[in-house]
């Protein structure tokens, strides 16, 4: 089996996804695993053979040792990136198709697709998926229009299964956010009134700066505080951290007093470690998953004042999530992990030994 993502490159949702899909695939499984570091994944699959995944020449050798492909999480299917990143995945899909692979789209996001030419193409290519499983009602809703002749599910993002941790604590307030063209400096100069204003309230309470993108978020403060787009009073209690693995980041989430997450798989972790939230949307993804757990949360395109934003966040500090509302999404989002058995009981064969 060759599971197929935007592993190893220091993005710890990438991390939790390919974490959640190791632990609802069979344990017989001979896996293949698109990476570009090798350390983060070995870590989680130490019997799994790597493959670089920025070399799509070794991604289509590796279809020759495989029965089944896997595109594990994540939106790998949208032109936002590039469209050269595109063409990667749809020349798999393809050439794993007519080799008579079974293709599995397993909790995947559709788009966005900005280009006509990569609306087109993915929407003529999904039919050579066997089964896929969407997560969330967007994506699942453009390829019912597209009348996509393939079995489908939706459920809430697969990391919602990963295990939680208890919360332990009340300290700093810790900001997921991340570099977007969304917010100009006078968008960026309002967050930061309104951090100024919620921190006013909280003395003595310190602020993390928790990079889960180690290459794109890490510098964020930084570049912030030298472009003067932050109150100095704000730098002088600010520091930096880069996620480094999944429990530490959970063990953060859960002593925090506060989390405000730009980035899904920040604002799904925090959740499961009962930290309280508020959301910054940058894409509608985060917007989604901040409803299904009614996490409130402002729009990075659509900024409201500074005061209006302040006011919310100090409204949900000591607003753990909801244990009922949790079981409850943790449940739905279990149909990604009924598509993966659905092509195993269609198989006798066991799909996962790959071929010789």
């Not at 307030?173 to 570099?179: A, E, S």
């Not at 309230?201 to 570049?223: K, M, T």
């Not at 704000?234 to 930096?240: E, K, M």
């Amino acid at each position: 089996m060759l599971l197929c993502g935007y592993y190893g490159e220091h993005n710890l949702g990438d991390d939790a996804l390919l974490d959640v899909l190791l632990r609802q695939l069979p344990d017989d499984c001979q896996l293949s695993i698109t990476a570009h570091d090798p350390t983060p994944v070995l870590q989680r699959a130490p019997s799994a053979r790597l493959v670089p995944r920025r070399s799509l020449l070794a991604a289509v050798r590796a279809l020759k040792q495989t029965d089944v492909l896997v595109f594990g999480g994540g939106s790998l299917l949208q032109d936002s990136t590039s469209f050269k990143s595109l063409l990667y995945y749809l020349t798999l899909l393809l050439i794993a198709r007519a080799r008579g692979l079974t293709v599995v789209l397993w909790g995947q996001g559709l788009g966005p697709l900005r280009r006509r030419r990569s609306r087109w193409l993915v929407r003529r290519c999904l039919a050579c998926a066997s089964r896929i499983s969407w997560r969330d009602p967007a994506s699942l809703a453009l390829a019912q229009r597209w009348r996509i002749p393939v079995p489908m599910a939706m459920g809430p993002d697969p990391v919602w299964c990963h295990p939680g941790s208890p919360r332990h604590g009340d300290g700093p307030i810790v900001l997921c956010w991340r570099p977007t063209p969304l917010l100009d400096p006078q968008g960026w100069r309002r967050l930061g009134q309104a951090l100024d204003q919620l921190m006013a309230s909280q003395p003595d309470v310190s602020l993390l700066w928790l990079a889960f993108h180690a290459e794109q978020d890490g510098p964020l403060l930084s570049w912030l505080s030298d472009q003067g787009l932050l109150p100095a009073r704000l730098q002088a209690i600010s520091t930096t951290a880069v996620a480094r693995s999944l429990p530490d980041v959970l063990d953060r989430f859960a002593r925090s007093r506060l989390v405000i997450p730009m980035r899904l798989h920040a604002l799904v972790l925090a959740q499961l470690a009962g930290a309280p939230c508020a959301a910054l949307s940058y894409d509608p993804k985060v917007a989604a998953a901040a409803a299904t757990a009614a996490v409130p949360c402002h729009e990075l395109a659509d900024l409201p004042a500074a005061e209006v934003i302040a006011a919310c966040w100090q409204q949900q500090i000591g607003q753990v999530p909801n244990p009922e509302r949790l079981a409850r999404i943790r449940q739905n989002a279990g149909v990604h992990q009924a598509t993966l058995n659905a092509v195993w009981s269609a198989d006798g064969s066991g799909p996962c030994v790959a071929n010789s």
